[in-house]
């Protein structure tokens, strides 16, 4: 840790002490989850403080390209500042704008593109309008967030979120419902502490409609006595200093 408000990982820093939102185990979880194999170029959609995207860039081939799009003036200066201090600052870009209008608009195409969004519909105002816009969706949906992407992902791409459990149900209930030209090809219920039920959720969609039932499994972030799961330390180890 340093005097900043910020994070220590391995092999970087992620500060976040002008960013609504901190680093938090959700983030850490997609940027580790997240399927790289095949992918050449990377979009993380609101991508905060960077973390996501620096995540992936520890973990993609050198001549991967990673873009990072966020909206709110703060974190869109923090994140290029992180970035700028990494190892990765010529393989990662950051743009501000909005998300569904940067995929609507973008001539690129990406073979992986992730989201750890605002999980929040509708709420009391918050007292910060930088958190207001970290936390809440406002006129926008997960789906909508979902169905912008479709627009530059690759053929064989593709698009991974992590979640709140309910919204990411609701999510796939919405793409079935509305005939929307995805299948999730892959689901991970996330149990915070073992013997709790599932609170979040990560989900894998690919171009294409339903051929089979999602592969599904399971993740334990922490045994009852608060240390990290056996489920987590692979995914966590080349990124906690204390794994």
Same mark, same amino acid.
């Given at each position: ?11 970087? /820093? ?8 901190? !680093? ?75 998300? =569904?209008? $940067?995929?609507? *608009? /973008? ?6 593109? =992730? ?28 789906? %909508? ?5 479709? *627009?530059?992902?690759? %053929? ?14 609701? #999510? ?12 999730? %090809?892959? &689901?991970?219920? !996330? ?10 959720? #990560? #989900?894998? $969609? ?6 089979? &039932? ?5 993740? /334990? ?7 990290? *799961? %056996? ?9 906690? &200093?204390?794994?």
């Amino acid at each position: 840790m340093t005097n900043r408000a910020g994070f220590q990982f391995k092999q970087f /820093t992620i500060y976040h002490d002008r960013c609504a939102m901190k !680093v938090g185990t959700d983030g850490v979880l997609l940027g580790a989850w997240a399927d790289v194999i095949e992918a050449k170029t990377v979009l993380d959609l609101g991508c905060g403080t960077g973390l996501i995207a620096l995540m992936l860039a520890q973990r993609t081939a050198p001549q991967c390209r990673i873009v990072g799009v966020e909206i709110e003036e703060n974190a869109y200066q923090q994140a290029q500042e992180n970035v700028m201090m990494s190892p990765w600052a010529d393989k990662v870009s950051i743009i501000q704008d909005n998300v =569904v209008h $940067f995929c609507q *608009h /973008t001539l690129q195409q990406f073979d992986l593109i =992730v989201a750890n969004p605002p999980y929040f519909a509708t709420a009391n105002k918050c007292r910060d309008d930088h958190r207001e816009m970290a936390r809440y969706l406002g006129n926008s949906s997960h789906l %909508e967030w979902l169905i912008a992407a479709s *627009h530059c992902v690759t %053929e064989q791409g593709k698009i991974q979120f992590v979640l709140p459990f309910a919204a990411g149900v609701q #999510l796939l209930e919405q793409v079935t419902a509305q005939n929307v030209p995805l299948h999730c %090809e892959r &689901l991970c219920e !996330v149990i915070t502490k073992q013997g709790k039920t599932a609170q979040r959720i #990560l #989900l894998s $969609f690919v171009k294409g409609q339903r051929s089979a &039932l999602p592969i599904s499994s399971q993740l /334990t972030i922490y045994t009852e006595q608060h240390q990290y *799961h %056996e489920d987590v330390i692979p995914l966590f180890q080349p990124f906690y &200093l204390k794994l």
